[in-house]
């Protein structure tokens, strides 16, 4: 026909939407036929000839082949006969319903040049508040292309960013409400009104909004809204607003924002002519096989369509009988019900009638349905037109509900009393005549809006808790994007409720999805809230929907760019572990938490897994795993955080070692798995050792201890016997170390401090009387851990003052433990087997080599310093006093004792015991022993505070240093410069001034070569940081005296080593201040003398002499300039205030960079 091609909305947005429609022009009806038959005219198809079925439920409309169900009614209309026609106001109210807006705009535009306006149709359409928040999604099987309904939308890949109509949304507020148009205008008036209508068009797609969010972000950022961009940029924290191509469409980036709405009115026009053609067509014109002709591919889909319809039905009916079986056997139950109770009962509660409501062939479910709240049809009574809605529909649904209700609890009836009394409320009617209509389109002047998204949520009340549950599913992904960042957690509890009854999986996932995804970047309290609920639901909804739903949001977002949100997950493992399958606590969350510690670079978040991992290995039974928990343990004890690795000895450690303990092998493989890492290390690193794995394997051996201890007192013998009755002494509050953490605390271990406190009991009293035969656990740490760990602290290098610290903390925690009498039993003979201390097997040549070892430091700072009475301070003091006169008189190095005296130095409690060791040196009848004394001296100074050093210290090397031998006072030398660099009292710097004056200037010390080198060596150590008046009046003329006599020294091997320390000396002390006296005086002929010695016996050094002096003289003459200058500035500074004003003012003008500036004030050289 000539009018196929033409569009009926006359707004035409290209020419593909007109190709898509069929030549035959369903979509055009003829106004005659319409007045004659009251049917849409021969084109109408004739294959839907059972429009009630489709609109006879309160279901939503189902599509079949993308077909939409309201509007195959429409098509089928005029086929039906009168029997099975629906009249037009339902089908009319079935397409809004729907949003088949349209459709309806068809349907009306056609009515309305019959002359057959339908009010509803006519009230809706000319309303442009219908028109301004439609936001709902369009129906799925919109789609393009023309299908047996009739020409659908334009497709949606045509709308693109460059196709979008910005010249729509200017500032002139809804124009909308100025393009109404009056009921008497023509009908392609109204459908142009329709098309243009700024808010009638399809919903926005993730690209396109992607696309405008950047260009808005664009713009803020453009015009200085700085703080509206980072709200913006929150809020759609999924996208990356530096980068264009994070968007996802493959188009250049267009133009900004300000240049799209200034461009966006010049687009050429279509160059299309349209016009309006109305065809009327007499039936007798026609052949009369017409209507009988129709395409054999349009037959074949309508009858596809009508199968597919026929099946549905069958289904539906299938499933109201057995729901109407349901409800007869559900009605006898309540109806037995009913006869048990009172009489006062029955009189109140409203029986359930007996026959079936055919409303009630399948129970009410939110299933999408609003309620109509602006008006009825025209049919309804005017008795009906406020209640009808309100008391009959509600009515009915809740009898439904009674009817279908399962519980036969006598609270039950109550319940449904108290429904029944809400759906009996009835409003008063006025007694009035009013026809429905004029009642309608009175109500039509209430502006109530159900057709947006809001509207209807708002417009209906939901019956029951599914109903709820529903709703907030439905609203909560709008709300929560409206609440305020800092707000959110508040919303915590709705969701989680929300997600844990919701029944739809996917809305339940999209709902945990948005508890993960709340808040950017939760902070410790909201964690805290976030992980509180996923605890809460997961005890509420199981296992396996913990599995399902609540690991797969973990997983997303293990790779999360904000370390917020990976310490969630890392946290949310561990929080979740008790309430997951042990399948997958053991596999898939195991290796979540491998991957996030092996890979992550955020510490906090590394610190969160081992704590998780600790939580699995409490709850892991699979014996397999042991392996993976080892290397887990040491990966985590190698993480370079501190954080990482005192969390992994605070929880993961203690849960791993609570496991080894269960499975038998926490001394069969554990410990002696780390015992072989140290040994295997000392192998290799004879030639350094690699001190920081050293550190972290002894370090898990420390915190083992613990339940080392606790497997010990489990398999005791007398575990058995055990009994918590009776009075139990209370453990001492200083019995065991204070723990790490309350995992690491015996009693936490064993389960109670009363338990503790018996099996500790029974413990001392077996080993001090009973013995340890049958004790397997005992007799292992004894014949096996303890000589193995003591024979690998013999091979320790005890000049690493780190290693010495590590092992004594270690046997010092054990002892502490394990309690003394095993210390004093088990322990100490050990040891003392093993170093043989007597000065009647000193053999200089070979023996007693253990004693150079660091098993001295280790045994007198880790054994013999674990207990502190006054026996146990006597055993330390003669052991240090044997260690000293073996060491001494068998000429071995001094290491271990140094080490000693080092390690326990460093606590205060220690230091009048050491003082006592050393006066015992002191008055010792071998000089040997005295010199091994005062080089200790020097060691114990730095520690002691000024009061020990002036009645203890000071006295005790004064009487060395008149020792009758030569060496002793020497040895003297090195204590005395260590007092003079940290003491601060003048009366005692003055007596040791004194004493190194005596050693310098006494004539008997002249040729003491000795003598000699030992005083410069500790004047070049002690210089720097001495006084400044004792280095200036003290220190440097000596060393200038000692100079100057090294050059008349004669024997070329004592010369050549005096002037090897006089050349470190000089080369401290060149870095101090010397004033220019002391500098011409004295520094400089010192280093003119030496470089004589130098330019003999050394010239690599005299190089170097010869530059420090050149410096040095550059100094002296610098300093000679600036004072000149000096005295001029001063001179100058008596010049009037003019002077100084101009110079001011030549400043100010200055406008050189600060270097320059600098450079002009820099001296000339």
């Known amino acids: 026909m000539a009018a196929g091609n ?10 593909e939407e007109a190709e898509h429609r069929q030549d035959g022009a369903d979509s055009e009806r003829s106004p005659s036929d319409e007045a004659q038959g009251h049917s849409l005219g021969p084109f109408s198809p004739p294959a839907y000839s059972e429009p009630a079925v489709l609109l006879s439920s309160n279901r939503t409309s189902p599509s079949v082949d993308g077909i939409p169900a309201s509007a195959a009614a429409v098509a089928g209309i005029g086929v039906g006969s009168a029997e099975t026609r629906v009249s037009l106001d339902a089908i009319a109210a ?9 459709t309806a705009l068809e349907l009306h535009t056609e009515l309305l040049e019959a002359g057959r306006e339908l009010p509803r149709l006519r009230d809706y359409f000319s309303n442009p508040g219908n028109f301004e928040r439609q936001s709902g999604t369009p129906p799925a099987c919109k789609e393009q292309g023309v299908g047996p309904g009739g020409p659908l939308n334009r497709a949606g890949s045509i709308s693109t960013l460059d196709s979008l109509d910005f010249a729509r949304y200017s500032d002139d507020g809804n124009r909308e409400s100025d393009e109404r148009v009056a009921e008497c205008e023509i009908p392609s008036q109204e459908r142009k009104n329709y098309k243009t209508s700024p808010e009638i068009q399809e919903p926005i797609r993730p690209l396109e909004k992607r696309a405008l969010n950047f260009l808005v972000n664009e713009y803020l950022l453009k015009n200085e809204y700085k703080l509206t961009s980072i709200t913006f940029s929150d809020e759609n924290d999924d996208q990356d607003f530096e980068l264009w191509d994070d968007v996802g469409l493959n188009i250049p980036k267009p133009p900004d924002l300000l240049h799209v709405y200034r461009n966006c009115g010049n687009s050429l026009p279509l160059n299309m002519n349209t016009v309006d053609v109305a065809v009327s067509v007499d039936p007798s014109d026609l052949p009369g096989d017409y209507f009988t002709q129709q395409p054999v591919q349009q037959t074949e889909q309508q009858q596809e369509v009508v199968q597919e319809l026929e099946y549905q039905i069958s289904l539906l009916n299938t499933e109201k009988q057995s729901l109407a079986e349901q409800i007869k056997k559900l009605q ?36 999408g349905q609003y309620l109509d709240i602006r008006g009825v049809t025209e049919t309804d009574s005017p008795l009906d037109v406020n209640a009808t809605k309100t008391s009959t529909t509600t009515t009915t649904t809740t009898d439904c509900t009674e009817s279908t209700t399962t519980a036969p609890q006598p609270h039950s009836k109550l319940k449904s009393q108290s429904q029944q009394s809400k759906t009996a409320v009835l409003f008063d009617q006025p007694k009035r005549n009013l026809s429905p209509v004029f009642h309608q389109a009175l109500l039509s002047f209430c502006r109530m809006s159900a057709d947006s998204r809001l509207g209807s949520e708002v417009s209906r009340i939901a019956d029951s808790e599914q109903s709820v549950m529903l709703m907030l599913g439905r609203c909560l992904p709008h709300i929560v994007p409206n609440v305020l960042l800092a707000k959110r957690e508040e919303l915590i509890p709705l969701i989680l409720c929300t997600a844990c009854l919701h029944p739809e999986p996917k809305e339940r996932d999209q709902l945990l999805h948005i508890l993960f995804n709340l808040i950017k970047r939760p902070d410790d309290e909201q964690r805290q809230m976030i992980l509180t609920g996923c605890v809460a639901f997961a005890r509420h909804v199981g296992p396996t929907r913990v599995e399902a739903e609540l690991l797969p949001q973990c997983w997303e977002q293990i790779n999360h760019k904000y370390p917020e949100r990976r310490l969630l997950v890392a946290e949310a493992c561990g929080a979740l572990a008790p309430y997951l399958p042990k399948e997958i606590r053991s596999s898939l969350v195991l290796s979540m938490l491998q991957q996030m510690l092996a890979e992550d670079k955020a510490d906090m978040v590394r610190e969160a897994v081992v704590k998780s991992l600790g939580i699995i290995m409490g709850y892991i039974d699979d014996p397999d795993k042991y392996s993976q928990g080892f290397e887990l343990m040491l990966l985590s004890l190698g993480d370079p955080s501190e954080r990482v690795v005192s969390a992994t000895h605070q929880v993961f450690i203690p849960a791993f070692a609570a496991w080894c303990t269960e499975l038998g092998n926490l001394q069969s493989q554990l410990m002696p798995s780390l015992l072989t890492r140290i040994e295997k290390l000392l192998k290799q690193g004879e030639y350094g050792l690699d001190e920081h794995k050293l550190h972290m394997y002894l370090s898990a051996l420390q915190s083992l201890i613990p339940a080392l201890f606790a497997v010990l007192l489990q398999n005791a013998p007398f575990t058995s016997r055990a009994n918590l009755q009776g009075d139990v002494p209370p453990i001492e509050v200083t019995r065991f170390p204070r723990p790490a953490s309350p995992l690491q605390d015996v009693a936490t271990i064993m389960g109670s401090r009363e338990q503790l406190a018996v099996l500790l009991q029974l413990y001392d009293h077996q080993l001090q009387h009973e013995g340890t ?48 009498i095993f210390t004093n039993t088990k322990v100490k003979p050990q040891f003392q087997e093993i170093l043989r201390l007597s000065e009647e097997n000193v053999d200089a040549t070979a023996g007693n080599g253990i004693l150079t070892k660091a098993t001295v430091p280790i045994y007198a700072t880790g054994v013999l310093t674990c207990y502190n009475q006054e026996e146990d301070r006597k055993l330390l003091v003669g052991f240090l006093e044997d260690v000293m006169t073996t060491l001494s008189l068998s000429h071995a190095p001094l ?18 015991l050491l003082l006592t060791v050393l006066w015992y ?11 091994t004394a005062a080089r200790m001296f020097e060691l114990l100074v730095k520690g002691v505070n000024e009061t020990l050093v002036a009645q203890r210290v000071v006295p005790a090397l004064i009487t060395l240093s008149s020792d009758p031998e030569i060496s002793v006072r020497i040895s003297t030398i090195p204590a005395f410069g260590t007092i003079m660099e940290t003491v601060t009292q003048k009366e005692l710097l003055e007596r040791v001034k004194m004493q190194l ?49 090294n050059n008349q020294q004669t024997v070329e091997s004592k010369r050549i080593d005096i002037a090897t320390q006089l050349f470190e000396a000089y080369s401290a002390l060149s870095c101090c201040f010397i004033s220019e006296e002391l500098m011409v005086n004295h520094f400089l002929p010192g280093l003119r003398c030496l470089r004589t010695d130098m330019e003999q016996l050394s010239p690599e050094h005299e190089v170097i002499l010869s530059s420090m002096i050149k410096e040095c003289e550059i100094k002296v003459e610098n300093k000679g300039i600036g004072e000149a200058q000096g005295s001029i500035s001063i001179a100058a500074s ?17 406008t050189t960079s600060g270097a320059m500036l600098a450079n002009v004030f820099q001296r000339k050289k």
């Open 6 to 15: 033409v569009n009926p909305f006359n707004v035409s947005d290209s020419e």
């Open 94 to 102: 079935q397409l809004l319903r729907d949003q088949y807006i349209l």
């Open 332 to 367: 006898s139950d309540i109806q037995a019900l009913q006869r048990n109770v009172s009489s006062e009962t029955t009189t109140v509660v409203k029986s359930t009638p007996s026959k079936q409501d055919p409303l009630c062939d399948k129970p009410p479910l939110d299933n």
């Open 773 to 820: 035969t049958g004790w397997d656990s005992l007799l292992w740490v004894v014949n096996q851990f303890l000589p193995q760990i003591i024979e690998i602290v013999g091979r320790i290098n005890v000049t690493s003052s780190t290693c010495v610290h590590e092992f004594s903390r270690f046997f010092w925690r054990l002892c502490r433990t394990f309690g003394k």
């Open 895 to 912: 290491d271990s004792l140094k080490a000693s005296f080092v390690e326990l130095g460093a606590n205060p409690a220690y230091h009048e």
């Open 921 to 931: 040196g002191v008055v010792h009848t071998s000089a040997l022993v005295r010199c």
């Open 997 to 1045: 004056a005596s050693f310098l200037e006494d004539p008997q010390y002249q040729d003491q070569h000795s003598l000699h080198m030992e005083i410069i060596k500790t004047f070049g150590r002690v210089g720097p940081n001495a006084e400044p008046r004792f280095r200036d009046e003290f220190v440097l003329p000596h060393l200038h005296k000692l100079a100057l006599c």
């Open 1134 to 1150: 008596l010049v009037g205030e003019d002077a100084k004003t101009k110079f001011l003012s030549k400043m100010g003008q200055l």
